[in-house]
């Protein structure tokens, strides 16, 4: 049986295209809801989950990192997907004729000043993928969408302009999830990222002794979020990334100083570092 990796929209959303270019020989198996996806794969529906958790312009994607550690799933590895919106319409549609675009409200921000352009005003849709099937169906040249390229040939609409989102540095990141996922052996000349979520104690300066351990250590956190659990203003938990591997002696002591000052520390997965992220590095530089 061919395996399935699990992914949150319909069919033709970005997160279908991280599968399809990242995976081609899994199956996508689209979900309603992040939740779905986790649960599609601890209950065995699916093997793997392509997981957005944050976009280089709209920040953290919502609700995700409460759902990592309860998932109880672990990453496995993590994928970059540079973002390229389209505009499609229907067989008769020109950009003369399109009067509105839809598609969800953050695509439509991330193409605002090209739409304005066009003259083009924007429409509120719930997704995508979505409001390229819904211009699919009405089939009326007035109407367009903005979606992935992948979805315009899901959905036989015809692309009246590609690659109009304003910035040229929008990208996503993705996590794959499975429901066991090895640590990669060490190897001296592999970038590596290792994932945790932590509370500290509640002591004063708890966070900032915490993460002395790194500092004093050499070990990079390129990430560190805070959330709070069950609605409360005193419990917060919090997401990290150090660009390290468990073996390397610097994270096994900064760990070890994490735990001091910790009540809880629970390891979400060590993976090699995307080539994405190590070029977006040394672009800036």
Known sequence: ???????????????????????????????????????AV????????????ENTLAGRVADIHYLLP???????????????HFLMGTADSTLDTVKRAHSHVMALGQCRLTLHRLGIKAAHAQDTAGAARIIAQKGNAEDAAVA????????????????????THNATRFLVMSREADIPPYEEDTAYVTSFV????????????????????????????????????????????????????????????????????????TYVADPFRLKAVVDRE
């Open 1 to 39: 049986m061919k395996q399935k990796i699990a992914y949150q929209g319909e069919p033709g959303a970005y997160s279908h295209l991280a599968c399809v270019q990242n995976y081609p020989d899994l199956e996508p198996f689209p979900c309603h809801s992040f939740e779905e996806a986790f649960s």
């Open 42 to 53: 601890a209950e065995g529906y699916a093997d793997k989950a392509m997981i957005p958790v």
């Open 70 to 84: 309860e998932s109880h799933l672990r990453i496995e590895a993590e994928k970059f997907l540079p973002i390229h």
């Open 148 to 167: 992935s390229k992948l979805a315009a040939e899901i959905y036989n609409l015809k692309v009246l302009a590609e690659n109009i989102e304003d910035a």
């Open 198 to 269: 932590f509370r500290v104690r509640n002591i004063p300066a708890a966070l900032y002794k915490a993460m002395g351990g790194f500092a004093t250590n050499g070990v990079n956190m390129t990430k560190l979020e805070s959330y709070q659990l069950g609605g409360s203003f005193t419990a917060t938990r919090f997401y990290a990334d150090v660009a390290a591997h468990p073996e390397e002696h610097a994270l096994h002591l900064a760990l070890e100083e994490l735990a001091f000052f910790s009540t809880e520390i629970k390891m979400l997965g």
